[in-house]
């Protein structure tokens, strides 16, 4: 595994970024697996793939403020990321790590990894729903997925120090909600971790031990991925 320590300048940049890594490690002949790391500099909401624009968002709100709306290649719910949230993304291929093929597997095998990490921070958590990491009842953590043939991309943010009331001025309450959430509001569902992201930053790097750290990006791929779909309107609006 490699690490990669990179923060693009825009977020559509950073969301394409995680999809260009699983493209370029699908491609090579030889398995390769990558530990991402990032913080976000501005605000965006961020849908999952069937994510849907006018349930899950509130976007006169977010066009008045200048908040982009970005659709990531992954499943999962709709969030919205920004300066305070740690981001992750883990490359992970079949064959080196077997769990990582089925979906549930993954989710499992992740997320486990994730508590054993947060537990070295003093922060006791568990897995609700269907891949959020919980304390106190209060979701800190939420986690997506996209398989390809040989490798799985598995991201997903840490609610840091992340300014919460915002979600209200952005995010509808989805029509899907985990069972725990029950009739929560936003600021009754979520919780930031209060822990320093350097720290936590360092713990992901201790636990998955990266042999070393990847500087050079796929940035074909990733040009290509912004002309063809990041940087369509029709992506993210559809």
């Given at each position: 595994?490699?690490?990669?320590?990179c923060?693009?300048?825009?977020?559509?940049?950073?969301v394409?970024?995680?999809?260009?890594l699983?493209?370029?490690?699908?491609?090579?002949?030889?398995?390769?697996?990558?530990?991402?790391?990032?913080?976000?500099?501005?605000?965006?909401?961020?849908?999952?793939?069937?994510?849907?624009?006018?349930?899950?968002?509130?976007?006169?709100?977010?066009?008045?403020?200048?908040?982009?709306?970005?659709?990531?290649?992954?499943?999962?719910?709709?969030?919205?990321?920004?300066?305070?949230?740690?981001?992750?993304?883990?490359?992970?291929?079949?064959?080196?790590?077997?769990?990582?093929?089925?979906?549930?597997?993954?989710?499992?095998?992740v997320?486990?990894?994730?508590?054993?990490?947060?537990?070295?921070?003093?922060?006791?958590?568990?897995?609700?729903?269907?891949?959020?990491?919980?304390?106190?009842?209060?979701?800190?953590?939420?986690?997506?997925?996209?398989?390809?043939?040989?490798?799985?991309?598995?991201?997903?943010?840490?609610?840091?120090?992340?300014?919460?009331?915002?979600?209200?001025?952005?995010?509808?309450?989805?029509?899907?909600?985990?069972?725990?959430?029950?009739?929560?509001?936003?600021?009754?569902?979520?919780?930031?971790?209060?822990?320093?992201?350097?720290?936590?930053?360092?713990?992901?790097?201790?636990?998955?031990?990266?042999?070393?750290?990847?500087?050079?990006?796929?940035?074909?791929?990733?040009?290509?991925l912004?002309?063809?779909?990041?940087?369509?309107?029709?992506?993210?609006?559809?």
């Amino acid at each position: 595994m490699f690490l990669i320590d990179c923060t693009l300048p825009t977020m559509v940049e950073n969301v394409a970024l995680d999809e260009a890594l699983l493209l370029d490690a699908e491609q090579r002949s030889e398995p390769i697996e990558f530990l991402r790391i990032w913080e976000p500099q501005q605000l965006a909401v961020v849908m999952g793939r069937s994510g849907q624009v006018h349930k899950e968002t509130l976007p006169d709100a977010c066009k008045h403020d200048h908040i982009p709306v970005i659709r990531r290649s992954s499943g999962g719910g709709t969030i919205l990321a920004g300066p305070g949230c740690l981001m992750y993304a883990l490359i992970l291929n079949h064959e080196i790590h077997p769990d990582s093929q089925e979906i549930q597997s993954c989710h499992d095998f992740v997320l486990n990894q994730m508590i054993q990490i947060l537990k070295t921070l003093h922060l006791d958590c568990q897995i609700l729903g269907t891949s959020d990491l919980v304390t106190e009842n209060r979701k800190i953590s939420g986690n997506s997925l996209r398989r390809k043939q040989n490798e799985t991309l598995y991201h997903g943010t840490f609610l840091c120090h992340f300014d919460l009331p915002l979600m209200t001025q952005y995010l509808t309450v989805p029509d899907r909600i985990p069972e725990y959430r029950k009739t929560r509001e936003h600021l009754e569902f979520v919780k930031n971790m209060n822990c320093e992201m350097g720290h936590l930053k360092q713990a992901l790097i201790e636990h998955w031990t990266p042999r070393s750290e990847f500087h050079r990006i796929p940035q074909s791929i990733l040009n290509d991925l912004l002309e063809t779909k990041y940087r369509d309107p029709h992506w993210h609006d559809g």
